[in-house]
């Protein structure tokens, strides 16, 4: 069983080590939909980064890792 882990990068493209900008995802939280959960977590993430920072900013400012 996957987690999956969002995490956003500073400018630099180094994980924050700040927590609050950490999410996590397992089947067993979301019903056996873990992946879809964090992607849609993902990509509500990258729009509101593009809408604040300009288009194309969100994908480099975070990450959604894989872990098993």
């Known amino acids: 069983?996957?987690?999956?882990?969002?995490?956003?990068?500073?400018?630099?493209?180094?994980v924050f080590q700040d927590d609050d900008t950490t999410e996590y995802f397992d089947d067993t939280d979301h019903n056996g939909n873990a992946l879809d959960a964090a992607m849609d977590a993902y990509n509500f993430r990258v729009g509101q980064t593009d809408?604040?920072?300009?288009?194309?900013?969100?994908?480099?400012?975070?990450?959604?890792?894989?872990?098993g």
């Open 1 to 14: 069983m996957p987690l999956y882990i969002l995490k956003e990068l500073d400018s630099q493209g180094r």
């Open 51 to 67: 809408e604040a920072w300009g288009a194309g900013v969100g994908a480099t400012r975070w990450t959604l890792l894989q872990v």
